[in-house]
């Protein structure tokens, strides 16, 4: 569910879902793509306490408390992985499966500048090798006013996370789930309103170029 991405090496990452007892365990594989044998697999359960997650237990039911959505291939061969319930994104050592960094949620290894925290979030990808986009849905529950996509910059060395720019729909769309953000070759920003049926196009600048609804 959720992500199937091809990577330049000619391999595919997938997200899955485990019941293991009382809880959802959330995982990833990268498989090759001509053989579809298994090149390696992850498992949040072990790498990432329960207690980290912002969700809530509803009843008897198993409880999701990772709920990955989005992996993608960093520039220096780690995973980049997006979980919605803990409001975090994580660096996985592709070799040990070690989790490097937290960036943002209860246990963040950045300081979060102003403007850049999220939550419920979807699509984390890397750009550069400074700079990561997502969407930040904000909401089921509502912690914010409205969505948003975001440029963030990525100070490894200082640990540091800054606002490089959060695009907002003109009207003020708050999501409940999905989302997205592309970045096109002409340097625009296409972003998916998820569970709102919209989508804007905006200029690198953060005009607005296009914005258009399903019906």
Avoid: C
Wanted: no cysteine; proline share 4%; hydrophobic share 40%.
């Amino acid at each position: 569910e959720h992500e199937f991405a091809i990577t330049p090496r000619n391999t595919a990452l997938i997200t899955f879902y485990q019941r293991r007892g009382s809880l959802i365990d959330s995982g990833l594989q990268e498989l090759d793509i001509a053989t579809g044998r298994v090149l390696f697999e992850w498992h949040a359960l072990g790498h990432v306490a329960v207690a980290e997650s912002y969700a809530k237990r509803r009843g008897s039911a198993p409880f999701d408390y990772f709920h990955i959505n989005s992996v993608g291939l960093g520039l220096d061969g780690n995973l980049l992985v997006s979980a919605r319930n803990t409001h975090a994104l994580y660096d996985i050592d592709r070799r040990t499966g070690a989790v490097v960094w937290r960036l943002g949620g209860k246990k963040s290894d950045f300081a979060m500048g102003p403007g850049t925290t999220f939550a419920w979030q979807h699509n984390a990808r890397w750009r550069t090798p400074t700079t990561i986009s997502l969407f930040d849905n904000g909401a089921a529950p509502a912690v914010e006013k409205q969505s948003r996509a975001l440029f963030l910059r990525v100070d490894s060395n200082r640990r540091k996370v800054t606002l490089i720019r959060a695009y907002s729909s003109p009207r003020h769309l708050l999501s409940g789930s999905q989302g997205n953000m592309q970045v096109l070759p002409d340097g625009h920003v296409f972003v998916g309103w998820g569970a709102e049926p919209w989508f804007t196009e905006f200029a690198a600048g953060g005009e607005v170029v296009f914005d258009g609804h399903f019906i």
